[in-house]
């Protein structure tokens, strides 16, 4: 005891000196200067007397701080993924140039974060969990990244998501639509901004009963892996236990299916009226083309619960004409919100046509995360999750927003589109009409009914 006394008198703790300097830089304007930097004016931030944890705090040392994706760029969602590393693209061009839009979402920021410049790495995963793995991996240990992104497949998410809590560096997802990302698969390092199968079927199912009315038979096309299973899932418990439809076949086909022959073959046997197709990406595109081809389309009503980015491009809208769909983002937005409308002029200037909804939700989940960065005042990885965990209202293109806490899951609108006739189209990209802007919230199941528990942050 008498010896930690004295030691206190003489000698300087760390604590003490990173208050002391903090202080000092206070009264500067809480800056340094580093003449090294393209970045040079960088406000003093610290985790005070944390030890390391992660690529903290190696991977924030000198001027740039490496973030990373892993996204499909070959493979059934390649198009998809170039859509949303496009979004991520532009989130690192505004955070670095402290655009207005960006600054919108972010209010702290100012060029970079903290001082630093953000650099974009990107790899891709074929949408293949272990691939997205492995490059991550060798992010981590080559370029020390404090933050990891990409899925396309809610497969990548979920691995990534357990990938991250087991490394302890943030992981924000891009798309992922599995009920399990913030469910039972979630964890205190994961955290996702779209929306996913309870909502979609929660937004989509008042309105196909409206439609259609009660009592109707429906045939499934489901993806074999968490997303498609999950989707499929609390979509037709919807419409069973709210109008009395009836599943009469699902149909079930691997990642990556070309001929879906068998699978159309039995739907055209089982009855059914309508036509829910919860594939994704290639395949829906395929899947629609083929079920066209067999005349299963226009005699069964097509639904596509869960919205495909490029889908009514790719299958000609003549046959998404009618198509009532749950989508996270549509372009036409700009006319009811201001950010959606500085989003889709940057988005557009940049790359040549009207952002789909991956790029939109890359977009903003990068903005919310540099949010969480100037606010915590660090890139200590604890700290940021508590800034993501404090319930604080954000700003974003689709109106206000906001983290639940107990799962990571954002509070968001799911937006309700139908497709348009070609004659009904006013420009080339005026593909869907949006019908309903859903609050988020009730849309939304309990935190802990899909079997969320976060785990540690240390």
């Known amino acids: 005891m008498t010896q930690r006394k004295s030691h206190s008198r003489t000698s300087v703790s760390r604590r003490a000196v990173l208050k002391h300097t903090a202080a000092a ?158 469910g039972k698969d979630c964890v205190r390092y994961g955290f996702r901004q779209n929306f996913y199968g309870e909502t979609a079927a929660n937004a989509i199912g008042p ?27 609390s979509v037709n418990e919807y419409l069973a236990q709210n109008a009395g439809w009836t599943m009469v076949t699902n149909q079930v086909s691997p990642l990556g299916t070309q001929d879906f022959s068998q699978y159309l073959t039995n739907i055209a046997n089982s009855g059914a009226e309508f036509l829910v197709n919860v594939n994704w990406g290639r395949d829906a595109v395929l899947s629609i083309q083929q079920a066209k081809q067999f005349g299963i389309i226009p005699k069964m009503t097509l639904v596509v619960p869960y919205q495909i980015p490029f889908l009514a491009k790719e299958t000609g809208p003549e046959l998404t004409a009618g198509v009532y769909a749950a989508t ?23 790359y040549g046509y009207k952002p789909e909804w991956g790029a939109n939700a890359c977009y903003n989940q990068f903005a919310f995360w540099a949010n969480a960065v100037e606010t915590a005042g660090t890139f200590y990885p604890p700290a940021v999750i508590k800034a993501l965990e404090s319930g604080a209202k954000l700003q974003s293109t689709v109106g206000e927003v906001h983290f639940r806490p107990e799962d990571h899951q954002l509070v968001r609108p799911v937006i309700i589109v139908r497709g348009k006739k070609p004659a009904d189209m006013k420009n080339k990209e005026d593909f869907w009409e949006v019908l309903e802007v859903l609050p988020g919230e009730p849309l939304m199941q309990k935190p802990d009914a899909f079997g969320c528990k976060l785990g540690e942050t240390t």
């Open 25 to 182: 830089a206070a009264g500067l304007g809480a800056l340094y200067l580093d003449l090294r930097s393209p970045f040079p004016y960088a406000p003093l931030a610290f985790a005070e007397d944390q030890p390391p944890i992660g690529t903290w705090p190696e991977g924030s040392k000198g001027d740039t701080v490496n973030v990373a994706a892993a996204v499909p760029r070959t493979g059934t969602y390649a198009v998809q993924g170039e859509d949303e590393l496009k979004g991520w693209e532009l989130a690192v061009e505004h955070i670095n140039e402290g655009n207005d839009l960006l600054k919108k979402i972010a209010p702290k920021v100012t060029k970079g974060l903290l001082g630093k410049k953000v650099n974009l790495l990107a790899a891709d995963s074929a949408a293949k969990p272990n691939q997205a793995v492995q490059a991550i991996q060798t992010f981590i240990n080559q370029n020390k990244i404090i933050l990891l992104t990409g899925s396309t497949s809610s497969a990548v998410a979920v691995a990534l998501n357990k990938f991250a809590q087991r490394e302890k560096v943030l992981y924000v997802t891009g798309i992922s639509g599995s009920n399990d990302t913030t």
């Open 328 to 350: 996270d983002f549509w372009w036409t937005l700009e006319d009811k919100y201001p950010l959606a409308k500085m989003f889709v002029e940057a988005f557009d200037k940049k």
């Open 207 to 233: 309105v196909l009963v409206k439609a259609f009315g009660k009592n109707r038979k429906a045939a499934f096309m489901t993806p074999d892996y968490t997303y498609g299973h999950t989707v499929t899932k």
